[in-house]
Nanobody, 125 residues
Framework: VQLQASGGGLVQAGGSLRLSCAASGRTFSDYTVGWFRQAPGKEREFVAAIRSRGGVTVYADSVKGRFTISRDNAKNTVYLRMNSLNPEDTALYYC???????????????????WGQGTQVTVSS
């Protein structure tokens, strides 16, 4: 699976962005897709994930209620809608895909086999 993340940019605090993760190469609907982010000087962290067919979603506590992950299997794309952004959301955002993920491992980076290149999100105060 090849993943292409896009949609990042510069936004003021309180603003919104929608990230996209476009996939190609295999049956996208079989894959769980996750979003992770890495801020300067920090480790990469889990943001949100959506299971393959059932569409079960999981969020990090820091984004719950502000971010929404969704998928359109017909378009081989997963979206991350980000509302009420704050400067702490500034990071390089990555999407990743993996198969046969159990729910307890969905937050772990090692559960994902394929990664996109990242898209930068910068939130100004």
């Amino acid at each position: 699976v090849q993943l292409q993340a896009s949609g990042g940019g510069l936004v003021q605090a309180g603003g919104s962005l929608r990230l996209s993760c476009a996939a190609s190469g295999r049956t996208f609907s079989d894959y769980t897709v996750g979003w992770f982010r890495q801020a300067p000087g920090k480790e990469r962290e889990f943001v949100a994930a959506i299971r393959s067919r059932g569409g079960v979603t999981v969020y990090a506590d820091s984004v719950k209620g502000r971010f929404t992950i969704s998928r359109d299997n017909a378009k081989n794309t997963v979206y991350l809608r980000m509302n009420s952004l704050n400067p702490e959301d500034t990071a390089l955002y990555y999407c990743a895909a993996g198969r046969s993920l159990i729910l307890s491992s969905i937050r772990s980076q090692t559960s994902y086999d394929f990664w996109g290149q990242g898209t930068q999100v910068t939130v100004s105060s």
